[in-house]
């Protein structure tokens, strides 16, 4: 494993396009990584938990990798993201993950069942070592299993492989604590895991966002990195404003719901949720619609 591809910056986590069958529509799918691409993000992010990876198939999560791959054409780098509480079928994932040609794979904690540190620990210690592409560890703590910040930083220290944290806990204090863990000299890209945390995490010395909103919006989140870059404290504070009340009103419905319309609004179809997950009620559209005029995005 000599390629160290770097995610600093802007990375897009990938929007899903589902067809009215279900089905997972191709088209869209090379439609919104060209998209991106164009837009100028560094990098894209497979299989999240916002991208309803919770009810696709393996073979449909190894198909969404291979699409993205294949229609990035190496212009960006590509991270894989592996969520599973099966160990087999997290092992098939990261070898489908290398096949398709991604540069990179993130492993997510196991999901719903409470699970101990140390089994965390076990459990992503073992599939590092399974893995022919450098690793990131993230840390969503929606899965109800919330990596510790000693967990997180004995992973980071144990394994040259890991080079990535995607930090979803929006929790100040414990980013601190988990960068005060993390040995000083080693090398990993500390990337803000929500748009609402953009911020402080680059205020703790972090390299980047893995950002849902820029799926739709992605001239924001790359504004606000660049003002970061550029050191514009008061400019950046106001955009990190702004992102927030994007975010607020795309959480606006169902799961997703609200991010595919948004979608929809400003000319980038991405298809509807996939079942069990529900679309927006008129009054939930009239609420987005009204909000993200007000915010000047549409």
């Known amino acids: 494993m000599n390629v160290k591809p770097s995610f600093a910056g802007v990375v897009t986590e990938i929007i ?3 067809g009215e069958n279900g089905e997972l529509d191709e088209a869209l799918l090379r439609e919104e990584v060209e998209q991106q691409v164009k837009s100028g993000v560094q990098g894209l992010f497979t299989n999240g938990l916002a991208s309803e990876c919770l009810s696709m198939t ?3 999560k190894k ?3 291979r699409i993205v791959c294949s229609q990035t054409k190496g212009r960006i780098p590509v991270m894989s993201n592996i969520t599973g509480n099966h160990y087999e079928e997290c092992k098939e994932l990261l070898k489908a993950s290398k096949e398709a040609g991604a540069d990179a794979v993130a492993l997510t904690q196991p999901l719903v069942y409470s699970c101990t540190q140390d089994g ?3 459990f992503f210690s073992d599939l590092i070592r399974e893995s022919d592409l450098p690793v990131c560890i993230y840390n969503a703590p929606q899965t109800c299993n919330t990596l510790s910040p000693s967990t997180v930083a004995r992973l980071l220290n144990e394994h040259e492989e890991v080079l990535y944290y995607k930090e979803s806990t929006i929790d100040v204090v414990h980013m601190q604590n988990t960068m005060r863990l993390i040995n000083r000299d080693k090398e990993y890209e500390f990337l803000a895991g929500s748009d609402a945390s953009i911020l402080p995490v680059a205020s703790l010395g972090g390299k980047g966002v893995i950002s849902l ?3 739709v919006f992605p001239e924001i989140i790359l504004q606000l990195w660049s003002e970061i870059q550029d050191g514009q404290t008061e400019q950046a504070r106001n955009t990190q404003d702004k992102i927030l009340a994007i975010r607020e009103t795309l959480k606006t419905g169902p799961f997703m719901a609200g991010y595919k319309y948004a979608c929809e609004l400003v000319g980038i179809p991405a298809g509807m949720v996939r079942r069990p997950l529900s679309g ?10 009204t909000g993200l005029q007000k915010l000047n995005l549409i």
């Open 213 to 215: 909103i820029s799926a």
């Open 120 to 122: 965390i620990y076990d």
């Open 280 to 289: 927006l009620r008129q009054g939930e559209k009239d609420k987005i619609h």
């Open 58 to 60: 393996m073979e449909e």
């Open 16 to 18: 899903t396009p589902f």
């Open 63 to 65: 198909e969404a990798t």
